[in-house]
């Protein structure tokens, strides 16, 4: 089975930048969608951005447009770049894909993804 392996998660400041890979361990990363989602302390994991392999089309969270963008670098790895970080960004990152056909109207939602990489923790404080 696929293995998912997040990394570039760390502490920064308000207003900084940081990007996240998403890379298959041992195998290539092959999904019909794939995206990232976030889990801060005492809330509910929630889609930050999803990529459908169909259209090659992007959803993004309406607290992040604008600030973060997410792609495919065909180097076998997806991104997450997040510019203009705030505090309430602060959450454990996941990545999480699905090997099965799905639509994009659930595809970023963390029911309906099977495949979970184990999580890279931002900070965002001053």
């Known amino acids: 089975q696929v293995q998912l392996m997040e990394s570039g998660g760390g502490s920064v400041q308000p207003g900084g930048s940081l990007r996240l890979s998403c890379a298959a361990s041992g195998s290539v990363l092959d999904y019909y969608a794939i995206g990232w989602f976030r889990q801060a302390p005492g809330k509910e994991r929630e889609g930050v951005s999803c990529?459908?392999?169909?259209?090659?089309?992007t959803y993004y969270g309406d607290s992040v447009k604008g600030r973060f963008t997410s792609g495919d670098n065909a180097k076998n790895t997806v991104y997450l770049q997040m510019n203009s970080l705030k505090p309430e960004d602060t959450a454990v990152y996941y990545c999480?894909?699905?090997?099965?056909?799905?639509?994009?109207?659930?595809?970023?939602?963390?029911?309906?993804?099977?495949?979970w990489g184990q999580g890279t923790l931002v900070t965002v404080s001053s």
């Open positions: 999480a894909s699905t090997q099965f056909p799905i639509t994009k109207a659930i595809m970023c939602s963390p029911w309906a993804l099977e495949v």
């Open positions: 990529i459908s392999n169909n259209d090659n089309s």
